[in-house]
C-alpha cells in the first residue's frame, strides 16, 4: 500500500485552502476546519476511487485534485457570507454538521485501509 496518498492529500488540501483564502471574501476565521474536512475527504477519495490518469511517484493525481476540488466547493458553499452569532440554530447544526461529516470520513479512510490491506480479509 502506498502511503505517500496522506502526503499528496496534504499537498493538495493546503494548496486549494490556500488559494480559496486568498481570494475569499468570505471570513474564514474556522479555516482549519475547512482543511481539516477537505483533507479528510481527499484522503478518503483516493482510497476508494480506482486510479486514473497520469501517476507521479505512485499516486493518481486526477481523482485526488478532483475529490479536493469537489469537496472543498461543497464546504466553502457552506460558509455563511456574514458572521452569525454564536447562539443561533445556524450554528448548533452547523457544528453538528461537522462532527457528522468528521465521523464519516474517519470511518471511510479506516474502512479503505481494511479492505484494501492484504491479509484482514479471510477468503
Do not use: D, H
Not at 10 to 38: C, D, E, H, Q, Y
Not at 48 to 77: D, E, K
Amino acid at each position: 500500500m502506498n502511503y505517500y496518498i496522506i502526503f499528496a492529500a496534504l499537498l493538495v488540501t493546503m494548496v486549494i485552502t490556500w488559494a480559496l483564502a486568498a481570494l475569499s471574501k468570505r471570513p474564514l476565521k474556522g479555516l482549519w476546519l475547512f482543511f481539516l474536512i477537505v483533507f479528510l475527504a481527499t484522503w478518503a477519495g483516493q482510497l476508494w476511487i480506482n486510479p486514473f490518469g497520469p501517476t507521479a511517484w505512485g499516486i493518481a493525481w486526477v481523482p485526488l485534485v478532483l475529490v479536493a476540488v469537489f469537496f472543498s466547493s461543497f464546504v466553502f458553499a457552506l460558509i455563511p457570507f456574514k458572521k452569525r452569532e454564536e447562539g443561533s440554530s445556524t450554528f448548533l447544526i452547523m457544528g453538528v454538521f461537522f462532527w457528522i461529516i468528521v465521523v464519516l470520513l474517519i470511518a471511510a479512510i479506516s474502512a479503505g485501509y481494511y479492505y484494501k490491506t492484504p491479509g484482514l480479509i479471510a477468503g
